[in-house]
Nanobody
């Protein structure tokens, strides 16, 4: 089992940048694929980005492609989400998640086994 703790959320103006971090407990972090999701009020949880266990493969939602970058440091048990050119519609609670399969298996939140508590991102216009 792995515990995930997100950090780095906050308030930013449109066009600005933020970097989220997700720290994982345990010695098996490098075996998990990791993903970022977000959920805005009144909306379903939405896939943002994913990275395979080695970091060799990444996948992005079209709405963030070219603006967000997912990366991981297995030595630090941490996955990151660099968010640039932020827009008001990026406002949401952002969650990191771990998939025991180790591979990117699509965009469904049901593929992920463990979740962090979430961190709020608010982008003002």
């Amino acid at each position: 089992q792995v515990q995930l703790v997100e950090s780095g959320g906050g308030l930013v103006q449109a066009g600005g940048s933020l970097r989220l971090s997700c720290a994982a407990s345990g010695r098996t972090f490098s075996t998990y694929a990791m993903g970022w999701f977000r959920q805005a009020p009144g909306k379903e949880r939405e896939f943002v980005a994913a990275i395979s266990r080695s970091g060799g493969n990444t996948f992005y939602a079209d709405v963030v492609k070219g603006r967000f970058t997912i990366a991981r440091d297995n030595a630090k048990n941490t996955v990151y989400l660099q968010m640039n050119s932020l827009k008001p519609e990026d406002t949401a609670v952002y969650y990191c998640a771990a998939d025991r399969s180790g591979s990117i298996r699509g965009t469904s939140f049901r593929n992920y086994d463990y979740w962090g508590q979430g961190t709020q991102i608010t982008v003002s216009s």
